[in-house]
């Protein structure tokens, strides 16, 4: 793989160390791949699908959609390493293949792929538009590119509490599913859903070392990190519990 950038090699150390507890504890992520997976068995797709998936994690994805796609030819690949051996592990399949790669930096022929899936991978990639013009050119001619990825109104609870102490939170910026659609090339079939995931907690603590043992606590660098007192204060906001909105957009796109 070529050279990895600060983010992303944080991003497959971070991963890297939470793919075991990750499989069992990953609830939202694993209903959101299984809509997604949901959203693919409807449509109609080559015989024998050549079928590359992004940040393929433990394989949630694969192990909703392998039934309703028994004859595709698979290509796995996450941008870490563990998450990959996770995944092939888990599968004991001799027919596919796996490899780590970066989603944003493929190795595959254009006009090679039928279907191209990611599930809650897009919102950590760097260069979203370009990533996104060059997997539609992997895409065979009637090729899919399928994908879940959080929306800007996601976690509106958890940024408004930072924004009551006059901070930010170090939660990146998503786009939104307008943002999204407007990123794809005019002439192709674009179709985006969102949907909204509330998910619970006893406190702010507890969401935190959540997210903390899935992997997806990696902040943006960019932003200064709360001190002591401030961390006291936004803890204090949710003593008594907190629920944060996951915002799912599910886009499907058909390559003419
Ligand atoms: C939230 S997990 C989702 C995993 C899986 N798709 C699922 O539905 O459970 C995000 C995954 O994306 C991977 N990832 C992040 N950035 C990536 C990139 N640029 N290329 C490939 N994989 C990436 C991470 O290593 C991690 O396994």
Redesign the pocket.
Known sequence: MTRLTSL?GT??TT??AA?DA?HSA?DV??E??SR?ARRISGLPLAPQPRVL?????????HQALAPDLTDGRWLL????EP?VRHTRAGLKREDAGFAV?????LAIAPGSMDLIC????F????DLPGSLRGLIDLLAPGGVLAF?TLTAESFPEWRNAHLKLGTASAMRNYPSAKDIAHMMPRDLRVEIETESVPRSYRNATAFLTHWKQ???HVPDASRPPLTPGTMRKLLRQFERGITVTYDVAYAVIVKP
């Open positions: 992303k991003l497959a991963f890297g793919a990750y990953a992520q694993r959101v791949a997604l998936e992004i940040g393929c994690g433990t394989g949630f994805l690949t996450d941008l870490s998450m790669m970066d989603g944003e930096r990611a599930s809650l991978v919102q950590w990639f760097e879940s899935i992997g997806t």
